[in-house]
Nanobody, 126 residues
Framework: QVQLVESGGGLVQPGGSLRLSCAAS????????LEWFRQAPGKEREGISC????????YYADSVKGRFTISRDNAKNTVYLQMNNLKPEDTAVYYC???????????????????WGQGTQVTVSS
C-alpha cells in the first residue's frame, strides 16, 4: 500500500526554522519524483520544491529559493524539507506528493501527482 506521511510542522517565530519529513512506505521513494506543495487559507495549492527521481536534481519556487532545501535519505525512504528564515507568508498546510505510475515529474501540475500525504500545518507567527 502506497503511503506518504508528513511530520515536523508546528508554530515558529519569523526567522525560525523547521524541518519537515515525508516518510514513504509501500514503494521506493527514489524511483519517483517527490514534490512538496503548500496551501494557505483561501489560496490554491502550490508546488514549492521537488526532487527528481533520476539524478536527484532539486527545484524550488522563487518564493522559497535560498531559504528551503529539499533532500532525500534513500536508506530511510524519506524526503526532507529544511525551511530556514521562515516568514509569516510561509504559513500553510504542507503536503508531499508523488506519482507511483511514474508520469509526474518535477514541475508537473498538481493533478499529475496521485499519491499525497495528509499534510502538516506550519504556522509562522510572533
Amino acid at each position: 500500500q502506497v503511503q506518504l506521511v508528513e511530520s515536523g510542522g508546528g508554530l515558529v517565530q519569523p526567522g525560525g526554522s523547521l524541518r519537515l519529513s515525508c516518510a514513504a512506505s509501500g514503494f521506493t521513494l527514489a524511483d519517483y519524483a517527490l514534490e512538496w506543495f503548500r496551501q494557505a487559507p483561501g489560496k490554491e495549492r502550490e508546488g514549492i520544491s521537488c526532487i527528481s527521481r533520476s539524478d536527484g536534481g532539486t527545484y524550488y519556487a522563487d518564493s522559497v529559493k535560498g531559504r528551503f532545501t529539499i533532500s532525500r535519505d534513500n536508506a530511510k525512504n524519506t524526503v526532507y524539507l529544511q525551511m530556514n528564515n521562515l516568514k509569516p507568508e510561509d504559513t500553510a498546510v504542507y503536503y508531499c506528493a508523488t506519482d507511483v505510475i511514474g508520469v509526474a515529474v518535477c514541475g508537473s501540475t498538481t493533478s499529475a501527482f496521485g499519491s499525497w500525504g495528509q499534510g502538516t500545518q506550519v504556522t509562522v507567527s510572533s
